[in-house]
């Protein structure tokens, strides 16, 4: 089923806050392994299951995450 | 006719003031009854404020968008407005402050007194500022300097303090009341009024890094120093022949003015020197006109502060007595003029 | 696919300074969206408050005017005053508005100035390190509280929008959290509100947000939002205080 949702995250604006992935109804976000330039693991985005609510752009601290849907 | 605290008033209307904060404390009262009444009849904004804490920073609201402001209290009110005045100084916000002075220190009493000359004169607040500071001693100098505080402020965009005292705001005597002078100001390129049609602006005063905060503070000295050279006035009074010379201001000056005739009269060659501005101080008039003197008697309404500035603008060349009436007392001229006569006879002048 | 969500015009590009987790970044991002949305951005004047968001000029595209510690509604109160036709609205902590900007604040609120303070309220003072704010709660260990705030000693959280709500100057103050996304939109509401109050004149507006504070808090981010609405959500609990536009519809 093709996702009817997808974001972008700024990996250098993340601070590894967690909190988008608290909130993704669909778990679509996860913490990356690699290291930002300020030394935090940014948040990763995972495809497939992504329905575009926006509710981890509603909550990222950092503004750091756009949303497109459709 | 007009009292000393109206005619402040009627001043800074005349001369484009639209915003004024204040807050009731003997002896300056009238004035924001004056204003409360008068900014209505010319559209400006006259509010009470609940402490002068408050109306300080209503003035640096009004200020930072533009407006010509204005706040006035008395001694411990200005003690409260001291971070305000510190804040104004750094962002170089114009505004006028006026301040009737009463006795002191504590709460003190209602009378006149120049118990304030450090606070006003060394920047009273905290941080390495200073502001200009007139001393007028008459109704219409209280006219004529606060209209001319309002053009120094907006020059050199900074706070500008009128020191007063409590029979200053009282003394009813006649006036003229000019109209504002046309001067040529800078702009306010630097003011909040909303970013419409321009990139939005900054007024701050944090500075964070130590080496843009230093650059900050050579720029405000660089400031001081041009007030310095521009800004000094005072008044001679029968100097010319003086051998001694008597250094007052304000009200003080007005007794010591009456002190000089009365001994001019018994064939004493003596002469005044009133600074008006007490900061920038005059200190090179001081310099020039003592040259030729061979005693100062400084008489102050407290236990004696200016008498430093004229030690140091005299710079040890001459020694400068200090006679001072501090708590509220004023002086007659005729006490001054005693100890003007036992000073001239322990230097043996005649 | 459409582009459904991005970062609001009026929000400088500049990295926000603020801890992973801290809630003032996310208000901002809601002031700034209404700014856009309301066309406000030409008119507006921020007033920022002594504390974390002190550098709200870094990221708010809009005339802003630094404020010392407590002054902010005074200081707006200038403002307004001289400018009655601009947009004017304060960004304050809890110690700024309710321990030395107590009386500015209520007697801004008690005038009816036509201005909206946005009071961001994480019980605790986050510039400074985490000390007791007049809003610490009972139990709450800071820095300056370190055996948990006794009221005995240090004295009761203290309501400060509560007290506002009384004051007939008050058009309209709310109370809300920044704990889920649902309560993140449900302040853009009441925000949004509280600037429109301002804009019709009908007098002084105040949204107080609770918002995490995880490095004071001494918490993981995840665990500062449970204890903000498993806690600090029952100690200040969310709710409209006061709306003069609700009482008019029905009148």
Known sequence: MAAKGKITIDQGLCKSCELCITVCPEKAIRIAETFNHRGYHPAEFVLETCRGCSLCATMCPEVAIEVYRG | MMKGTDAIGEAAVQAGCRCYFGYPITPQNELPEYMSKRMDEVGGVFLQGESEIASINMVLGAAAAGVRAMTSSSSPGISLKQ???????????????????????????????????????????????????????????????????????????????????????????????????????????????????????????????????????????????????????HEEFMTSDAKMIVVAYGTAARIAKGAVKRVR?????????????????????????????????????????????????????????????????????????????????????? | MKKVFSRPKCLKPAPFHYCPGCGHSIIHRLVAELIDEMGLQGKAICIPPAGCAVLAYNYFDIDVCESAHGRGCAIATGFKRALPDRFVFTYQGDGDMAAIGTAETIHAANRGELITSIFVNNAVYGMTGGQMAPTTMLGQKTTTSPFGRRSKVEGYPLKITDLIAQLDGAAYVARTSVGTPAKILATKKALKKAFEVQLEGLGYTLVEVLSPCPTNWKMTPVDAFKYLQERMEKEYPLQVFKDITAQKKED
């Open chain 2, 265 to 350: 009269s018994n064939g004493l060659p003596v002469g005044l020197i009133r600074p008006i501005t007490l900061w920038p101080f005059p200190d090179e008039a001081i310099a020039n006109i003592t040259k030729k003197a061979k005693a100062v008697l400084v008489f102050e309404m407290s236990t004696g502060q200016m008498v430093d500035d004229v030690r140091l603008a005299t710079n040890g060349r001459i020694d400068c007595e200090f006679y001072g009436r501090p708590g509220g007392v004023v002086a007659a001229p005729q006490e001054i003029a005693r100890i003007i006569e036992r000073h001239w006879l322990q230097k043996e002048l005649s």
């Open chain 2, 83 to 233: 971070e305000g005045l510190s804040f104004l100084a750094s962002l170089e916000l114009p505004a006028v402050i006026v301040n009737i002075n009463r006795g002191g220190p504590g709460l003190g009493n209602i009378a006149p007194s120049q118990g304030d000359y450090y606070q006003a004169t060394r920047g009273g607040g905290h941080g390495d500022y200073r502001m200009p500071v007139y001393a007028p001693a008459g109704v219409q100098e209280l006219y004529d300097i606060t209209m001319k505080a309002f053009d120094v402020a907006d020059m050199y965009r900074t706070p500008v303090m009128i020191l007063g005292d409590g029979m200053m705001g009282q003394i009813v005597e006649p006036i003229v009341r000019h109209k504002r002078p046309d001067v040529e100001l800078p702009p306010k390129d630097y003011i909040l009024d909303g970013c419409e049609g321009r990139p939005s602006r900054i007024v701050k005063s944090l500075i964070l890094d130590v080496r843009l905060m230093e650059e900050h503070n050579w720029k405000l000295k660089r400031k001081y120093d041009l007030m310095k050279k521009e800004l000094p006035m």
